[in-house]
């Protein structure tokens, strides 16, 4: 019934910017969490930037003070401006979300992954 829809991955030189963008729809009651992970070729996907309800964010290490995550309550979206990329932010970014119902049932959502890929 939910489903999380993302935009805005592509192709960049390094040192470039992207904007992802991710739009969830369906029977939504409650958007809490947002957040965006990755996942390079042979490796673990891991968080890249989490925003609360309330506006509380945290970041990777890796991407501080390079990324911005932000949302939009009102159009339950969720977004992720990446601004000097790196070759090594090559990866596949995906959206979750944790989502309750209108009977208050809390599920994790995950969209289809967007392709990042920094070129050198």
């Known amino acids: 019934q939910v489903q999380l829809v993302e935009s805005g991955g592509g192709l960049v030189q390094a040192g470039g910017s992207l904007r992802l963008s991710c739009a969830a729809s369906g029977s939504i009651f409650s958007i809490n969490a947002m957040g965006w992970y990755r996942q390079a070729p042979g490796k673990q996907r891991e968080l890249v930037a989490a925003?609360?309800?309330?506006?509380?964010?945290n970041y990777a290490d890796s991407v501080k003070g390079r990324f911005t995550i932000s949302r939009d309550n009102a159009k339950n979206t969720v977004y992720l401006q990446m601004n000097s990329l790196k070759p090594e932010d090559t990866a596949v970014y995906y959206c979750n979300a944790d989502i309750g119902d209108y009977e208050l049932r809390e599920y994790d959502y995950w969209g289809q992954g967007t392709q990042v890929t920094v070129s050198s």
């Open positions: 925003i609360t309800s309330g506006g509380s964010t």
